[in-house]
C-alpha cells in the first residue's frame, strides 16, 4: 500500500513539473569591473531613471509589447552598462563600425557618456521571427535622433549581451535579436574632458613683479602726497 502511494505521488510531481512554465532568471547586479588596460578615454553611466518612467517614455512596434522592469534590473543594467560597454570602448566601436568612438578610446583627453534612454520588458504579442531567426522590433523613444550612436543592452536570462542596432532615426531604434525582455537602448556621446588648472600652481614670475610694482608705486605715491600736505 505504501509503494503504491509513493509511486502515485511521484507520478504527480512528474506531471506538476511537466505542466509549469519555465520562468526567465532576473537580473542581479553584478560588481563593476575594470576597463581594458588598452583603454585610455574617461566613461561615464549617466543617472538612470525609474522603471515606471522608462515604460511611460517607451513604445513599440506593431506585434509586440512593453511592461515595467523591476528597480533591480534598472540598476543591474547601469552596471551592465558599465562592464558590457563602456570597459572596452573600442570593442563596442568595431561592433557598430563607428570611428570616432574607436579614436575616443585611446585618447585620454575624451570622455564617453552613456546614457539609457529606456529599458523595458519587451514581448511577443502575434509577431513572428524572420528567415534568420530572429525578431525584429521598432523601438520608439523620445531622445533620440538619426545620426546618434546606439546601443542595445539585452538580458538573455544569464547575462547581458550588446546588439548594433539596425536602423536609427529620429525617435526610433529598430534591432534584430533571437530573444526578447528586458531590453535597453543605450546612447553614447563623446566629450572633451575640461582641463581644470592645477592645485598649487605657481603665479607666473611677471605677473609677481608686476603685482609688486604696482604695491610699490601706490605706497609711494601715498608718502608723496603725505609730505606736501
Known sequence: MKR???????AVSVLMMGSMTALA???????????????????????????????????????????EVSATTVKAAAVAVQNAILNNVAA????LGNTTLSQAAGDSGKQVKASILT??????????????GNYVVTVNVANVVQGDTVVILH???????????????????TFASASLSP????????????????TGASVPVAGVILVISVVGMTVSG??????KS
Open 4 to 10: 503504491k502511494f509513493l509511486a502515485v505521488l511521484m
Open 25 to 67: 532568471a532576473s537580473p542581479t547586479v553584478a560588481t563593476t569591473e575594470a576597463p581594458v588596460s588598452t583603454q585610455k578615454a574617461l566613461t561615464a553611466v549617466e543617472p538612470t531613471m525609474t522603471p515606471k518612467a522608462y515604460l511611460n517614455n517607451t513604445s513599440v512596434s506593431y506585434g509586440f509589447s512593453v511592461s
Open 92 to 95: 563596442i566601436a568595431q561592433k
Open 119 to 132: 529599458l523595458v520588458e519587451v514581448k511577443t504579442s502575434g509577431a513572428t521571427k524572420d528567415a534568420s
Open 155 to 173: 538580458y538573455t536570462g544569464s547575462s547581458w549581451e550588446t546588439i548594433a542596432p539596425r536602423g536609427v532615426a529620429n525617435g526610433s531604434v
Open 183 to 198: 531590453i535597453a537602448v543605450v546612447k553614447l556621446d563623446v566629450t572633451g574632458v575640461s582641463q581644470s588648472p592645477k
Open 222 to 227: 601715498k608718502k608723496y602726497l603725505a609730505q
